[in-house]
Structure formats: structure tokens, C-alpha cells
């Protein structure tokens, strides 16, 4: 038997994608008796980047997960590919459940810029939840 608590990684950016996937992740957590791991990510450019996290952002994360009741890791990372930055995460944490929020994009602009979703949902060595906003 394996007496491990479930380790739950959130792919996490400031807006309601990451929000919705960030709740969902400590839900998990919760029902699981588990951990989560936050993952913010960029490709370097996070001057310009508005998934990255600034320090006023993660501030207000780090305090909403505070109050979770779930222990939680907070992981700020840049890379040539988000997607593989999670997975990077995820493989390291021996993570069970990777949690990630969805968008809606274009068939062209997911054919043009590729999609960090599909990376994850394809590359992971554990399950996947996408999670989208209500609405």
C-alpha cells in the first residue's frame, strides 16, 4: 500500500483560467488528502508575459492558499516551453493529477502558436483535469 499523500499540480496564470484551475486543484487536494503544487510559468518573457505573475499577484495567491487548508508549494519557472515547464513540475512532484485551465482559441491560432494544453494533456505521465470558467 502506498501511504504517499496525492501530490495535485495546478498549471496557475493570474486571470479566470487559472483561478478556475487553481479551485478545482485544492478541491482535489482536499477529497484526496493531498498537496498541491502551483505552477506559474513563461517563456522568458515576462516583462511582456500577463500569465506570468507579478509580485503583487502571487502575494494575493499566496494568501488565498494560506487560508486552503491544503499544504501547498508555490513554483515560479521560465523556459522555452510552458507546457514543458508543468510537465517538468508534475514529473518531479511524482504528481498524480495535473490540473489545468482551458481557453478558447482559434483552430488557427492553435495550429500558429501551438497549444500549452495539448502539450500537457499529451506529455503527462499521470491524469489530466481541464477545468474552463463558467459561462
Known sequence: M???ASVIVVGW???EFGEVALHRGVE???LRGGRVVVVNATRGDALVDDRFADDEQLGRLTAELASSGVEVDVRRSMGADVGDQVLAVAQDASADLVVI??????PVGKLLMGSVAQ???LGADCAVLAVKPAG
Open 119 to 121: 502539450r500537457i494533456l
Open 101 to 106: 485551465g482551458l481557453r478558447r482559441r482559434s
Open 28 to 30: 482535489e487536494a482536499r
Open 13 to 15: 496564470t493570474p486571470d
Open 2 to 4: 502506498n501511504d504517499r
